[in-house]
């Protein structure tokens, strides 16, 4: 019997679980593994004034879980009653509880746009983080995030464990590795200092190009190893470099061998609104498909 822990980290484990066997019965021998890679666990969303209201149809490779970045950025409230002025408009709350990508959310709760000024805040950003993880949402909320991103070059990083423990759980945070320190010492880092019923989302650097999604599989399996298994989870990142600057849309192309690496993880596409538009969303959908009727 799984504990309370393992319980709480995984409330769709099940569900996922039986998706995937069916889903290799139905392919007459395909192993598991790569059946359950042509499906997404969930997308990110990253609320800003531009991007207010979003809308796609991501639960058709798989969503069915959002993960809201945060509730409150640079003290703007995307809520109500969070004691901090709110955002010019609102979003949706309740049209985004009833779409099927959204039947569960991880709950973003506060942060800065500028990481430099998140990471010497986090006394204040934890005490937001507590008023508006108490606020009622029509959200089927299954967990939060403390949306103040780490890496091994952040030297006070451990301090954020005084916070995290205010906090309720589930609780998630973000791990990124600019550096190129390695798999096996961020894992032994974080392993070290994070508090034994945080959950990690990997952001897998191949957006930015700072790895080949193979390496990035490294960095998984080491945090799975001194973690556990439930409480890694892996942020795929959607976007590439765009020339002239910015970032674009990944192609079908590039997002399908990415996708793939992660076998039956539970990945989560950054980020959907911005990112994976319903025409990728069909190409996928096709380039998954065509990898199901392969022997």
């Known amino acids: 019997m799984p504990s309370a822990v393992e319980t709480s980290f995984f409330p769709s484990v099940r569900p996922f679980l039986v998706r995937c066997l069916l889903l290799s019965a139905l392919l007459g021998g395909v192993s598991m593994l790569t059946a359950c890679a042509s499906t997404i666990s969930g997308v990110v969303w990253q609320p800003e004034n531009a991007l207010i209201d979003p809308k796609g149809k991501w639960d058709q490779i798989g969503a069915r879980q959002l993960l809201i970045q945060w509730t409150a950025v640079d003290n703007i409230a995307f809520v109500s009653g969070a004691g901090i002025p709110t955002a010019p408009r609102l979003p949706d709350w309740p049209r985004i509880a009833a779409e099927p990508w959204a039947k569960e959310v991880i709950l973003g709760l506060a942060g800065y746009f500028d990481e430099t000024r998140a990471r010497t805040k986090l006394d204040e950003l934890g005490a937001l983080s507590e008023r508006l993880a108490r606020l009622p949402t029509p959200l089927n909320v299954v967990g939060w995030y403390f949306p103040v991103e780490i890496d091994p070059t952040w030297g006070d990083a451990p301090k ?76 795929v990142e959607a976007f590439r470099p765009q020339v002239g600057g910015g970032f674009r849309a990944a192609t079908a192309a590039e997002l399908m061998p990415q996708l793939k690496t992660y076998g039956a993880r539970q990945v989560y596409l950054f980020d959907g609104p911005h990112y994976v538009p319903d025409t990728l969303v069909d190409e996928l959908k096709a380039g998954f498909a065509q990898d199901s009727k392969q022997p």
């Not at 508090?195 to 193979?214: I, L, M, N, T, Y």
């Open 160 to 235: 954020l464990a005084a916070v995290l423990n205010k906090l309720p759980r589930p609780l998630w945070i973000s791990v990124y590795d600019s550096a190129n320190v390695g798999p096996d010492d961020v894992a032994k880092w974080l392993e070290v200092w994070l508090p034994k019923d945080v959950g990690v989302f990997f952001q897998d650097g191949v957006g930015v190009h700072a790895r080949e999604a193979s390496v990035a599989l490294d960095y998984v399996t080491a945090m799975e190893k001194r973690l556990g298994k439930n409480r890694v989870r892996v942020i």
